[in-house]
T-cell receptor, first 115, second 115 residues
Framework: GAVVSQHPSRVICKSGTSVKIECRSLDFQATTMFWYRQFPKQSLMLMATSNEGSKATYEQGVEKDKFLINHASLTLSTLTVTSAHPEDSSFYIC???????????FGSGTRLTVV | GENVEQHPSTLSVQEGDSAVIKCTYSDSASNYFPWYKQELGKGSQLIIDIRSNVGEKKDQRIAVTLNKTAKHFSLHITETQPEDSAVYFCAASSPSNFGNEKLTFGTGTRLTIIP
């Protein structure tokens, strides 16, 4: 089945630094990838939709300058948390849609801790 | 936009018994309803999905039912096993304003199987 690889799985960074998270579709091409954020004991909240070759579309309330998304190829999307603050600490998960079967496959997630 | 409600938030079931998780959605245009299993610290894994043109789908011990009129769908797990313990999320897919389908998730159900 479709596999989505997400790295890193855990990252700790200092306040003010930037962190990049990668999401790769391993055996299919994904024109669209999705980035979610999950707080403890809460559901996945869609942050933005990443479109290959064009600008990402952000959900209401998500700062596009804070969460930079780049989808430069059909198999890779990156999320960069810029000037991270402790309140950005969360579990970030990417998802890609396999157009062949119209299903959504999730990465294993990245736990970000900003200290 | 779409709103998905999920119940119960926690569920404890004796091993071997059945578990049922229910979700309701608000957007009648939603046409795809996946269920995801999330284990601690991991990304979400698709376990079963159903499209709006069918009322029931089964895969071994897991089944999903959909009532389009009432706008609710349910996950049924029979002969539960300890490895079924996880958080389960339902989701509904509806076209977004940008023409990309996006998933709206329920708030999750923590299922605990008691040996």
């Amino acid at each position: 089945g479709a596999v989505v690889s997400q790295h890193p799985s855990r990252v700790i960074c200092k306040s003010g630094t930037s962190v990049k998270i990668e999401c790769r579709s391993l055996d299919f091409q994904a024109t669209t990838m999705f980035w979610y954020r999950q707080f403890p004991k809460q559901s996945l909240m869609l942050m933005a939709t990443s479109n290959e070759g064009s600008k990402a579309t952000y959900e209401q309330g998500v700062e596009k300058d804070k969460f930079l998304i780049n989808h430069a190829s059909l198999t890779l999307s990156t999320l960069t948390v810029t000037s991270a603050h402790p309140e950005d600490s969360s579990f970030y998960i990417c998802s890609a849609r396999d157009p062949g079967v119209r299903s959504y496959t999730f990465g294993s997630g990245t736990r970000l801790t900003v200290v | 936009g779409e709103n998905v409600e999920q119940h119960p938030s926690t569920l404890s079931v004796q091993e071997g018994d059945s578990a049922v998780i229910k979700c309701t959605y608000s957007d009648s245009a939603s046409n795809y309803f996946p269920w995801y299993k999330q284990e601690l610290g991991k990304g979400s894994q698709l376990i079963i999905d159903i499209r709006s043109n069918v009322g029931e789908k089964k895969d071994q011990r897991i089944a999903v039912t959909l009532n389009k009129t009432a706008k609710h769908f349910s996950l049924h797990i029979t002969e539960t096993q300890p490895e079924d313990s996880a958080v389960y999320f339902c989701a509904a897919s509806s076209p977004s304003n940008f023409g990309n389908e996006k998933l709206t998730f329920g708030t999750g159900t923590r299922l605990t199987i008691i040996p």
